[in-house]
């Protein structure tokens, strides 16, 4: 036989036997794949039946623009900077404890005296299932309520967002009358300082 055909057949032989070797290797390994695979699948199925939904309610509010200060190009990068600490005063009152007091009596989710300690984990807990963010580039701050009911997540995000509403009222309410207090004040003490006036000049 000649030499190059005699090293074509050990090739194709050692060939032969490298795929074989690669063939028991994978006998022995395919039971312990497919038991592999069987275990995950059945435990995918298995939380997928199992697993308790979790349903997302949302709810918007819109903060108005502050028109009592007019802006004018001077102004405009300390109006942005304002505006900006407006938008996180807001957030911050939105998740602070007060909102979520009022929210736990509106609900009526707990008979426990408020400041003890298991009314304060059950207001964590509504605390905890509950997000509230800027949107971008927009005016809206959005609240996410999570729960296992999606009557109960709408019920949860629309009243977080009524008592900040309610609370946004009565701080404006106070601060108008604040002011207004203020102004007749000025007014009564203008009128004063004018009868002086009138007073000395008559005499």
């Known amino acids: 036989m000649p030499e190059n055909q005699t090293r074509e057949y050990d090739d194709s032989l050692l060939e032969q036997i490298h795929l074989f070797d690669y063939w028991q290797i994978v006998k022995k390994r ?10 995950m699948v059945a435990g995918t199925l298995g939380y997928l039946l199992t697993a308790t939904p979790i349903y997302e ?9 502050d028109q009592s200060r007019r802006v004018i190009d001077s102004e405009l990068s300390q109006s942005i900077f304002n505006d900006q ?12 404890d007060p909102i979520y007091h009022d929210v736990l009596g509106s609900l009526r989710l707990t008979s426990a005296t408020p400041g003890s300690e298991e009314y304060q984990i059950t207001l964590n807990k ?9 949107l971008r580039n927009t ?3 959005e609240v996410k309520a999570y729960s296992a009911s999606a009557d109960t997540a709408a019920l949860l995000a629309n009243t977080v967002v009524n008592v900040y509403i309610n609370k946004y009222r ?3 309410l ?12 000025q007014l009564i003490d203008l009128e004063y ?6 007073q000395k000049l008559l005499d």
């Open 30 to 39: 395919i039971t312990l794949a497919i038991t592999v695979f069987s275990v």
């Open 57 to 65: 309610a949302t709810s918007r509010i819109l903060v108005t623009e």
């Open 85 to 96: 600490l407006r938008f996180e005063t807001e957030l911050h009152i939105l998740n602070s």
């Open 126 to 134: 509504i605390k905890d299932n509950v997000d509230c963010s800027r």
């Open 139 to 141: 005016r809206l701050l």
């Open 170 to 172: 009565n701080r404006n």
């Open 174 to 185: 106070e601060s108008s009358r604040s002011t207004a207090s203020w102004l007749n004040d």
């Open 193 to 198: 300082k004018l009868k002086d006036s009138q």
